[in-house]
């Protein structure tokens, strides 16, 4: 499991505090669609990427070995989500979060 984590408590969205965590559903293959709270993505802004559990490695077997790497405290990974982000490509292994 993956979640985003805002960087600051308020959202460019809207004036409403923002959710401290915005899970990612992850699917076997790798690939994730993060929804948001009501189904329409997540508002823009900074987000952390944290990894909860296990994820899939490179030849597609789980493995908790990247938990560690990726806390709330310990991720390098943050990425800028605006309006005009449609996907995210998260690379564990090279430790990038990348934005198009």
Not at 37 to 43: F, L, Q, T, V, Y
Not at 63 to 84: G, H, W
């Amino acid at each position: 499991m993956a979640h985003f984590s805002p960087t600051r408590r308020t959202s460019t969205f809207s004036s409403s505090v923002v959710a401290d965590r915005i899970l990612a559903d992850v699917r076997e293959d790798g690939t994730f669609v993060v929804n948001g709270s009501i189904g329409k993505g997540i508002p823009p802004g900074r987000y952390k990427v944290v990894v909860v559990g296990k994820v899939l490695d490179p030849q597609g077997k789980p493995t908790a070995r990247y938990a560690p790497q990726f806390t709330e405290k310990t991720t390098p990974l943050e990425v800028e989500i605006t309006d005009a982000t449609r996907e995210l490509t998260i690379d564990l292994g090279q430790k990038t979060v990348t934005a198009s």
